[in-house]
């Protein structure tokens, strides 16, 4: 059976990983469009190029290597090398290393595919222009109106960034893939979560990816004096914050599932100073779930329960849904692939949601896609530390290649499987 070199799958990943490096905090600093950034991509050409296979630059910036027979569909192997501030050296660039390791596994063992397989590290994943570009370019998710007007947190213009590097951000209407151009569209991903670390579980079979929905909430109470203010005459904005919170347990005891997920990420104060009882409070409010209906009922029940708050501590509360993301689905049929071949292989596994987003979700409905996960130790992701230990990194490319070969070689890989619709 062909195998997967580890040792040339950490060289890969430690090179990658010197683009952006910063020897002060130990963390990668390679976010989209920067001169690091860049260069990774042009790397990742040079690799494409010893390999023998065709690679080319899209409008998006996404870099596409191409191994195999012209004018079939694709297996399409795909991840991302740009990377959030002070990240870790695995986000993103496993998927993109892994999918070069299993062509060159491909080469050396002399398989010769039927329908050729793409790697194709995308541009912008991570959100610095607020979207994950390089994904919803392919997909059909981009608007020009966007494309003119994404900016980064500083007020940096997404269209001065690419321009910056010598792209044209309009191009990236003309990255479109049309569906039939792609047979399958497969991610491997570290987890970024503790589950399976503390389950002892080597690969997580992704069946969906939660939707989000994020609101900016304020309540509106009275500034008071902290010492003249008898505790029963006040109207506290941050009691009635702090009361919620506790509620968030009851609101997904009743309303939602175990994959539920509500957090309060932001808040701010006011007027934040120690000895006056705090008239507003500002927070985030971030919901999510796998099932539309069920994010819905979480929405209502937070409203519901906030109002039921405000009228107790005498305060006004006012929200705004600032996005609302629905839920994506991998695909039934890819999934019984992957998990056959982990079976096949005797890898542990479970089938499980994914909480964060990913590149998948955009092809979810374009193409039939699958996501799956290896182990991130202590489930630590975005931050230096974030480790994936080589032997599950070894493990995840091994399933990698026997889904693609699979996929790639056997006309009816997928043929013999139900398509299961999921809504
Ligand atoms: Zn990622």
Same mark, same amino acid.
Request: charged share 25%; with cysteine.
């Given at each position: 059976?062909?195998? #997967?070199?580890?040792?040339?799958?950490?060289?890969?990943?430690?090179?990658?990983?010197?683009?952006?490096?910063?020897?002060?905090?130990?963390?990668?600093?390679?976010?989209?469009?920067?001169?690091?950034?860049?260069?990774?991509?042009?790397?990742?050409?040079?690799?494409?190029?010893?390999?023998?296979?065709?690679?080319?630059?899209?409008?998006? %910036?996404?870099?596409?290597?191409?191994?195999?027979?012209?004018?079939?569909?694709? #297996?399409?192997?795909?991840?991302?090398?740009?990377?959030?501030?002070?990240?870790?050296?695995?986000?993103?660039?496993?998927?993109?290393?892994?999918?070069?390791? #299993?062509?060159?596994?491909?080469?050396?063992?002399?398989?010769?595919?039927?329908?050729?397989?793409?790697?194709?590290?995308?541009?912008?994943?991570?959100?610095?222009?607020?979207?994950?570009?390089?994904?919803?370019?392919?997909?059909?998710?981009?608007?020009?109106?966007?494309?003119?007007?994404?900016?980064?947190?500083?007020?940096?213009?997404?269209?001065?960034?690419?321009?910056?590097?010598?792209?044209?951000?309009?191009?990236?209407?003309?990255?479109?893939?049309?569906?039939?151009?792609?047979?399958?569209?497969?991610?491997?991903?570290?987890?970024?979560?503790?589950?399976?670390?503390?389950?002892?579980?080597?690969? $997580?079979?992704?069946?969906?990816?939660? %939707?989000?929905?994020?609101?900016?909430?304020?309540?509106?109470?009275?500034?008071?004096?902290?010492?003249?203010?008898?505790?029963?005459?006040?109207?506290?904005?941050?009691?009635?914050?702090?009361? /919620?919170?506790?509620?968030?347990?009851?609101?997904?005891?009743?309303?939602?599932?175990?994959?539920?997920?509500?957090?309060?990420?932001?808040?701010?104060?006011?007027?934040?100073?120690?000895?006056?009882?705090? %008239?507003?409070?500002?927070?985030?409010? #971030?919901?999510?779930?796998?099932?539309?209906?069920?994010?819905?009922?979480?929405?209502?029940?937070?409203?519901?329960?906030?109002?039921?708050?405000?009228?107790?501590?005498?305060?006004?509360?006012?929200?705004?849904?600032?996005?609302?993301?629905?839920?994506?689905?991998?695909?039934?049929?890819?999934?019984?692939?992957?998990?056959?071949?982990?079976?096949?292989? $005797?890898?542990?596994?479970?089938?499980?949601?994914?909480?964060?987003?990913?590149?998948?979700?955009? /092809?979810?409905?374009?193409?039939?896609?699958?996501?799956? /996960?290896?182990?991130?130790?202590?489930?630590?992701?975005?931050?230096?530390?974030?480790?994936?230990?080589?032997?599950?990194?070894?493990?995840?490319?091994?399933?990698?290649?026997?889904?693609?070969?699979?996929?790639?070689?056997?006309?009816?890989?997928?043929?013999?499987?139900?398509?299961?619709?999921?809504?």
């Amino acid at each position: 059976m062909a195998q #997967v070199d580890i040792e040339r799958i950490e060289r890969d990943i430690t090179a990658v990983s010197r683009f952006g490096f910063n020897e002060a905090d130990g963390g990668v600093y390679r976010q989209a469009f920067t001169p690091e950034d860049m260069a990774a991509r042009a790397w990742l050409r040079e690799q494409f190029e010893s390999l023998g296979m065709t690679h080319e630059m899209d409008g998006a %910036g996404n870099v596409i290597g191409r191994y195999g027979p012209a004018d079939m569909p694709a #297996v399409v192997i795909a991840s991302h090398l740009d990377s959030v501030p002070a990240s870790g050296m695995f986000d993103g660039v496993l998927g993109v290393i892994a999918g070069l390791e #299993v062509v060159r596994t491909l080469k050396e063992n002399g398989v010769e595919p039927a329908f050729p397989v793409e790697v194709i590290a995308t541009s912008e994943e991570e959100g610095r222009f607020g979207g994950m570009l390089g994904a919803q370019a392919p997909s059909g998710h981009l608007t020009r109106e966007w494309l003119d007007s994404a900016a980064d947190e500083h007020g940096l213009m997404l269209r001065d960034a690419m321009a910056a590097v010598g792209l044209d951000h309009l191009k990236a209407l003309h990255a479109y893939r049309r569906p039939e151009t792609i047979r399958a569209f497969l991610e491997l991903h570290v987890e970024q979560g503790p589950v399976l670390d503390t389950e002892k579980i080597t690969i $997580g079979i992704v069946e969906g990816i939660s %939707g989000v929905f994020k609101w900016k909430v304020r309540l509106i109470g009275k500034a008071d004096h902290a010492g003249t203010a008898p505790m029963d005459m006040r109207a506290d904005a941050l009691m009635g914050m702090v009361d /919620f919170a506790h509620e968030i347990p009851r609101i997904i005891d009743e309303e939602g599932t175990d994959k539920s997920r509500v957090t309060i990420g932001h808040v701010a104060c006011k007027p934040g100073f120690p000895h006056t009882v705090p %008239g507003e409070v500002d927070f985030t409010i #971030v919901g999510r779930d796998l099932d539309h209906d069920k994010m819905k009922a979480l929405a209502e029940a937070c409203e519901r329960v906030l109002s039921a708050i405000a009228r107790k501590h005498k305060l006004h509360f006012e929200y705004e849904q600032m996005s609302w993301l629905e839920p994506a689905y991998c695909d039934r049929a890819i999934m019984d692939l992957i998990e056959d071949q982990t079976r096949k292989l $005797g890898y542990s596994y479970k089938i499980m949601p994914s909480g964060a987003g990913h590149d998948v979700q955009f /092809f979810c409905e374009h193409t039939r896609a699958g996501l799956f /996960f290896v182990p991130s130790v202590k489930g630590v992701s975005h931050a230096p530390d974030e480790w994936t230990h080589w032997s599950d990194i070894e493990r995840g490319t091994q399933l990698l290649y026997e889904c693609v070969t699979e996929l790639a070689c056997n006309e009816a890989a997928l043929s013999d499987r139900s398509e299961v619709e999921r809504a």
